[in-house]
């Protein structure tokens, strides 16, 4: 069975510092997609990034990058510069074929505060 | 344009009411997906939809119950709910239902108590 964890429950840190989301993911396929959302308090889910299992090139946008690294089935976020902004639940999320459908597993969530 | 919408944005009902939750996107995805999210847990898979027809049913109790119209639109009804069903609903959709198909996209969620 898939599995995400996010060791970190919550992260406090001051605005302007930066900030590294763990993700870690257990899966059997070869064929995986992986995501990060981010949820502010108004609870709707952004989807912020998608990654293949085949494509381990690391991604910057803006203030955001995440490094996949498949050796440690790892799928960090980092949070360039925080600003308050950036305060909210971020999951991490693991997508599997399952039977034909896409079944989605989450980790638990990051809630991140950035302090001004 | 990635924007799922979903009405209403907060729902108050007792235990012998009747509600329709509702979910629309233009986006011409032809998966659509309830979830629900208890305070400060990940959300949870209910149902999927693919191409109008219910493909999964997460084991939700029949007090639940979804429907498709059509391509554009998903509703949740709810009757006889319990106050432990007080969550978040959230509705998404993706391309098609498989994986190669697959970021699903969230609409903003009606919050629903249930007293």
């Known amino acids: 069975a898939q599995k995400v964890t996010q060791a970190q429950t919550e992260i406090s840190v001051v605005e302007k510092e930066d900030v590294t989301l763990d993700c870690v993911y257990e899966?059997?396929?070869?064929?995986?997609?992986l995501f990060w959302y981010k949820q502010p308090p108004s609870g709707e889910l952004v989807f912020l990034i998608r990654?293949?299992?085949?494509?381990?090139q690391n991604e910057i946008s803006g203030r955001y990058s995440w490094n996949f690294q498949k050796s440690t089935s790892s799928f960090n976020f980092t949070i360039t510069a925080s600003q308050v902004v950036d305060s909210a639940v971020y999951f991490c999320?693991?997508?599997?074929?399952?039977?034909?459908?896409?079944?989605?597993?989450f980790g638990t969530g990051t809630k991140l505060q950035v302090i001004p | 344009d990635t924007e799922v919408t979903q009405t209403p944005k907060h729902l108050v009902m007792g235990m012998t009411n009747k509600k329709s939750l509702k979910c629309e996107q233009h986006?011409?995805?032809?998966?659509m997906y309830w979830y629900k999210q208890k305070a400060k847990k990940p959300p949870e898979l209910m149902f999927v939809?693919?191409?109008?027809?219910?493909?999964i049913n997460e084991s939700v109790p029949s007090r639940f119950s979804p429907e498709c119209p059509n391509s554009s639109l998903l509703n949740l009804h709810l009757h006889a709910l319990q106050p432990e069903d007080s969550a978040l609903y959230l509705c998404?959709?993706?391309?098609?239902?498989?994986?190669?198909?697959?970021?699903?996209?969230f609409g903003p969620g009606t919050r629903l108590t249930v007293l």
């Open positions: 939809y693919s191409y109008e027809k219910l493909s």
């Open positions: 899966t059997r396929d070869t064929t995986y997609y």
């Open positions: 990654r293949n299992s085949f494509d381990e």
């Open positions: 986006m011409g995805h032809r998966a």
């Open positions: 998404a959709s993706s391309q098609g239902p498989g994986t190669g198909k697959g970021t699903q996209y």
């Open positions: 999320a693991l997508s599997e074929n399952s039977g034909g459908y896409q079944k989605v597993t």
